[in-house]
């Protein structure tokens, strides 16, 4: 591997090196996606960089060339808009271009894939682990004080931003877990990934996120549907473990009282119709172009009357629509599709992946009846992994590396990048 040093810090790296070489550098990527929404947005940032410093080689699929474009209609919307704040915004979907780019050059190996997938759950554990700390310290602190001390809220954040966030990005790691699990032949690692499992679980049912969950045993029924799970003991496992689960947030979300749920889904739908309203009549004001990607926060005031500014329409399909017009929304639309017609060419050679690549895409779709979750730089990070992965698999990009000798002094040979050399 060909690097260069200066004062320990990283000056120069290939996308050929990402892409044989590049596992501590994407651990070190997983690791700042996580963290925090801010750090997010450090993967496609460098990313960025390397396209610049090294012209990469873009290949012309339907994920590089629908991203780039609504990345450039959107750059042309804040023009006509005149809009700083919205050309902005559209920054973001560079770097979910540039990440899709990084995506397709690093997932050529199942190996990769799994590694990647391994450390986003352990990664996403501590988090968890850090929202039930959250939850108590917020118990604890209420029945001392009477009030809401500090950072601590009723409703799980963690790393996430928002409740609603952090409710469907363990969500979707609850599948990653499931996946992992499920290839595993050793027990003391099957167990890990199941503890896991039950941590992140707790920690999605204490964001008290509606549109999360029910995303989530969306997905669930998903995933062991294409999993063709035929066992009745399973089947009533599964089953039970529905009910429980389901029962369990229901008690949280009464908090002891038998009218707060009714309530609670009420307030839910009733805030949202307002912004759901006001963006129909931003859409019939401005059809074709839109009014540009954080139009909402702009321009919330005058078409949202009880909720003030929001970030985006609180439904992905009105999201696009209010952000880049007809034109935008069809650009997503096309890549959806392009994306399903993939999903089917993995379902008819039965690809072990593909439970897991479903079940992620569904919780995007069934929470995004209520939400944004692609706003979220760590969501849509994950949603366009998630579609580089497809790609690659579809079109015979993975490949299975053998374990054999060979192999091993090879990559006793290889010099992998710390994490810590590498600069932003």
Known sequence: MNLNYNKGILVRVTWKEIKNNGDKIMIFFVTMIIFSPITAIIPGIYAIYLMIKNKGKIEKNYLNIGLLVVFIWSIIVALKNESVLSFLGSSMLLIYFSIGFLAQQYFISRRKINRVLKYSVYLTTLTAINGVIEKVMYVYLYKSTGEIVGPFNNRVVSSYGNPNMAGAWFASVIFIALYLRTITSGKKQRNIY?????????????????????????????????????????????????????????????????????????????????????????????????WGTLATLEYGKEFFYNNGNSIHSHNIYLTFFVSMGIVGLCIYLYIK???FKDLFKLYKVKEPLLPLLVSLNVVVIVQGLVDCSLYAP????????????TFNLSHEKVKVEKNNKKNKKDKEKIIEVEAKTIAI
Do not use: H
Request: aromatic letters at 10%; charged letters at 15%; a positive charge.
């Open 337 to 339: 599709f392009k994306l």
């Open 378 to 389: 760590q969501l849509g990070i994950l949603f366009i992994s998630t579609c580089a992965i």
């Open 194 to 290: 199941g503890l896991c499992t039950g941590i992140m679980l707790i920690a999605l049912l204490l964001t008290e996120s509606s549109g999360a969950f029910v995303a989530f045993v969306s997905a669930l029924i998903c995933y062991y549907v294409l999993k063709n799970l035929k066992d009745k003991r399973k089947m009533i496992i599964l089953g039970l473990s529905l009910f429980t689960i389901i029962s369990i947030f229901l008690v949280l979300q009464s908090k002891g009282d038998t009218t707060a749920i009714s309530t609670e889904i009420n307030n839910s739908f009733s805030s949202r119709y307002d912004i759901w309203t006001g963006s129909l009549k931003m859409i019939s004001q401005k059809p074709l172009m839109g």
